[in-house]
């Protein structure tokens, strides 16, 4: 399975500002997208990111609140714009390999908006 | 869709016990099921999977069983070790449509020594 990583793991922001979350897989997939947890829930797709074109937005969420970069095969970032409490999460990357065997995530980026 | 409030269902289990996680799932349509671990401050790691043309898959020390007659979806682990202690999520999709996982609510398990 291909090996991702987050930056940053965890951070702590005031309402109004944003955050980008980066997302690094040691190989080339096929597929990358983001996910959304709230506390104490379960996981819902925000969006699949696209190589050199734009991410396509599940229902609900937008691309001014959630911009998303996929410049290569390897790495994509998701940023969390114009912050509230609300967007407190953890946010989870996850790909599917070239092989197109299964969905693998990512440790996660857990957010805590004041 | 997304689980609604903060209290997991919760399964207590002993020890070297076997545990049952079940899950419904909700399209009729979808064809491929993935069984998820999150231990606490971890991402979903993926455990097992089945594809909607088999009824059962084993893989080490867990079994899923799908029954789509009720879009019924479950994991067994045998011998349940405390590492074991976790939230299990099943995903369903359709493989046309891959990434597009539609999460369940998630269980608790608990291993009791």
């Known amino acids: 399975s291909a090996v991702i990583s987050q930056k940053p793991s965890r951070d702590i922001c005031q309402r109004g500002t944003s955050l980008t979350i980066q997302c690094q897989v040691d190989s080339q997939v096929t597929m990358m997208f983001w996910y959304r947890q709230q506390p104490g829930q379960s996981l819902t797709l925000i969006a699949t990111?696209?190589?050199?074109?734009?991410?396509?937005?599940e229902s609900g969420f937008v691309i001014d609140k959630f911009p998303i970069s996929r410049p290569n095969l390897t790495f994509s970032t998701l940023t969390v714009s114009n912050m509230s409490p609300e967007d407190s999460s953890i946010y989870l990357c996850?790909?599917?390999?070239?092989?197109?065997?299964?969905?693998?995530f990512g440790p996660g980026t857990r957010l805590l908006v004041l | 869709g997304e689980s609604v409030g903060l209290h997991l269902p919760t399964l207590s289990v002993q020890e070297g016990d076997n545990s049952i996680i079940n899950c419904a799932y909700s399209n009729s349509a979808s064809d491929y099921f993935i069984w998820y671990k999150q231990e606490s401050g971890k991402g979903p790691q993926f455990i097992i999977d089945i594809r909607s043309n088999m009824d059962k898959r084993q893989g080490q020390r867990v079994t899923v069983l799908l029954n789509k007659t009720v879009k019924h979806l479950s994991l067994q682990i045998a011998a349940t070790q405390p590492g074991d202690s976790a939230v299990y999520f099943c995903?369903?999709?359709?493989?046309?449509?891959?990434?597009?996982?539609?999460f369940g609510a998630g269980t608790q398990v608990v291993v009791t020594p």
């Open positions: 996850s790909v599917v390999g070239q092989g197109r065997k299964t969905q693998y």
């Open positions: 995903a369903e999709t359709l493989t046309d449509s891959w990434g597009k996982l539609q």
């Open positions: 990111a696209n190589q050199g074109s734009e991410a396509t937005y």
